[in-house]
């Protein structure tokens, strides 16, 4: 059979077909410790989920997790007629048969394993098509990522400030050529290197932000009204290229976020975001152009700012650029708190967001009630990663 004609159905019967002298134990299974051996997690190409998954899902046994504390299942069954066991605990995992049946057991899994691959990848692409799946969410990773170079910024700022202050009138004699010596302002190249490392940190940080605003209103999206639980989120939107980010800002905003917000967001986007992009040649570029008896004009070509940079207006990156970036940042996220204070407490987080939004929202009327939820969810969360329950 190829890949083109599996379904879900095939690929399934299958995988019960090799695991097919897989059955449970009986009372004539025939039990004998002296002739079990020990295959570890190295030999066994199935990890616990998976191997849980054949038993629980393909083969139909009764499965029971986290039976004991530091054990999260022990399943008995019969292979041709002889006893065997698949144990998973805190400090090992490991599957005991019949030293007789030990290469053949190995061989099936391995056999096993890429048809799994194939079943998974077909039950994803189905759940993906119909929105039965969540979205990893890493806002705080990208809000922290703004705070540290939020912070970075700053200090080297004030840094900056100190040594120019310390240094301010004073000079080295620096040599040229032998006897040519000229003035140099003490520290300078000191006060150099902060100031690209300002201006780097700065274009993180812009670039950072819109890594964000695109990543929170993607999750943010299917808490909209404007959200269609008929289409598929993963392929209509997600994969769709022209679903960019001031695309996103109309599907979740509307018409309800101010256009001073929008329209800065844009200016701060197309000129200092993609200010290395490509090489510097992308769709928004500095060009210069020579105009006659004036001199050299810029250009910058961009969507919308198809102008030189005129009446103190500049692509440059600056500190006094990055605190009115930053305020229409701040300002964008405050817009977003209000419009959507429910939703965002789920986004802020870090919970993993569902397309399905109802499985989070139902029966939540107020911040408080959101609230105890977030935390009863982290509480259970943390609950099943600790193998010691």
Do not use: W
């Given at each position: 059979m190829t890949d083109d004609t599996y379904t879900i159905d095939s690929l399934t019967k299958e995988i019960k077909y090799h695991l097919k002298n897989i059955t449970q134990v009986t009372d004539q299974t025939l039990h004998d410790d002296s002739q079990l051996i020990e295959i570890g997690y190295l030999k066994n190409l199935l990890n616990p989920n998976l191997l849980a998954y054949c038993f629980d899902v393909i083969l139909g046994f009764h499965v029971q997790y986290k039976i004991f504390e530091k054990v999260n299942y022990v399943i008995d069954f019969d292979y041709k007629g002889t006893y065997a066991s698949v144990g998973h605990f805190k400090m090992s995992y490991r599957l005991s048969i019949n030293?007789?049946?030990?290469?053949?057991?190995?061989?099936?899994?391995?056999?096993?394993?890429?048809?799994?691959?194939?079943?998974?990848?077909?039950?994803?692409?189905?759940?993906?098509?119909?929105?039965?799946?969540?979205?990893?969410?890493?806002?705080?990773?990208?809000?922290?990522?703004?705070?540290?170079?939020?912070?970075?910024?700053?200090?080297?700022?004030?840094?900056?400030?100190?040594?120019?202050?310390?240094?301010?009138?004073?000079?080295?004699?620096?040599?040229?050529?032998?006897?040519?010596?000229?003035?140099?302002?003490?520290?300078?190249?000191?006060?150099?290197?902060?100031?690209?490392?300002?201006v780097y940190d700065m274009e993180s940080y812009i670039d950072t932000f819109f890594s964000a605003l695109e990543h929170v209103l993607t999750l943010l999206f299917p808490f909209t009204d404007t959200f269609d639980q008929e289409k598929s989120y993963y392929y209509c939107f997600i994969r769709n290229t022209k679903w960019h980010w001031e695309s996103k800002i109309q599907d979740v905003c509307g018409a309800s976020i101010p256009n001073s917000i929008t329209s800065k967001l844009r200016r701060i986007k197309e000129i200092y975001r993609n200010h290395n992009a490509h090489g510097g040649f992308s769709r928004?570029?500095?060009?210069?152009?020579?105009?006659?008896?004036?001199?050299?004009?810029?250009?910058?070509?961009g969507k919308e700012y198809l102008k030189g940079f005129v009446d103190g207006f500049s692509d440059e990156i600056t500190y006094e650029m990055y605190l009115d970036a930053k305020k229409t940042f701040s300002d964008f996220w405050s817009f977003l708190d209000k419009k959507y204070l429910v939703p965002m407490m789920f986004v802020r987080s870090g919970l993993p967001i569902p397309v399905d939004t109802q499985l989070y929202m139902e029966n939540i009327n107020t911040a408080d009630e959101a609230a105890w939820k977030i935390k009863k969810m982290w509480y259970d969360i943390d609950n099943q990663s600790n193998m010691d329950w």
């Open positions: 030293k007789e049946y030990r290469d053949e057991i190995i061989g099936i899994l391995k056999r096993v394993k890429p048809l799994l691959e194939k079943l998974f990848m077909m039950l994803g692409e189905h759940a993906l098509n119909h929105n039965v799946f969540s979205m990893k969410n890493e806002t705080k990773e990208y809000f922290a990522k703004l705070v540290f170079y939020e912070k970075r910024i700053e200090n080297l700022v004030r840094r900056k400030g100190v040594i120019e202050e310390k240094c301010y009138g004073k000079y080295d004699i620096v040599k040229i050529k032998g006897n040519i010596k000229c003035m140099r302002m003490k520290g300078a190249d000191y006060i150099n290197t902060i100031e690209s490392e300002i928004e570029m500095m060009a210069y152009v020579q105009i006659p008896k004036f001199g050299r004009y810029p250009m910058y070509i």
